[in-house]
Nanobody, 119 residues
Framework: QVQLVESGGGLVQAGGSLRLFCVAS????????MGWYRQAPGKQREFVAT???????NYVDFVKGRFTISRDNAKNTVYLQMNSLKPEDTAVYYC?????????????WGQGTRVTVSS
């Protein structure tokens, strides 16, 4: 069994910062790409950022220059540093990871952590 658990969400004023964490645990062989998505109220889940095992990153345009994704392979953890937050960043943030296990490689998702940015 594999689990992803996010933390670090909360309430912050516009212009502020938050750092999200996501830890993978369980019967993990290796973790390939890890990433973050978000879902705002009344909207579909959307891509935010992804990072490969080797550290290559990719961001959606509206977070470039403000958000930074990173990971610690030894800790099976991915981070999302969010700076210069805007009210439109308010959403539930979900991490995912492509994980190799003894029964195959699958994409796993966390339960989400809520970020609220007040104006």
């Amino acid at each position: 069994q594999v689990q992803l658990v996010e933390s670090g969400g909360g309430l912050v004023q516009a212009g502020g910062s938050l750092r999200l964490f996501c830890v993978a645990s369980g019967s993990i062989g290796s973790i390939e790409a890890m990433g973050w998505y978000r879902q705002a109220p009344g909207k579909q889940r959307e891509f935010v950022a992804t990072i490969t095992r080797g550290g290559s990153t990719n961001y959606v345009d509206f977070v470039k220059g403000r958000f930074t994704i990173s990971r610690d392979n030894a800790k099976n953890t991915v981070y999302l540093q969010m700076n210069s937050l805007k009210p439109e960043d308010t959403a539930v943030y979900y991490c995912n990871a492509d994980i190799r296990t003894s029964w195959g490689q699958y994409r796993y998702w966390g339960q989400g952590t809520r970020v609220t940015v007040s104006s």
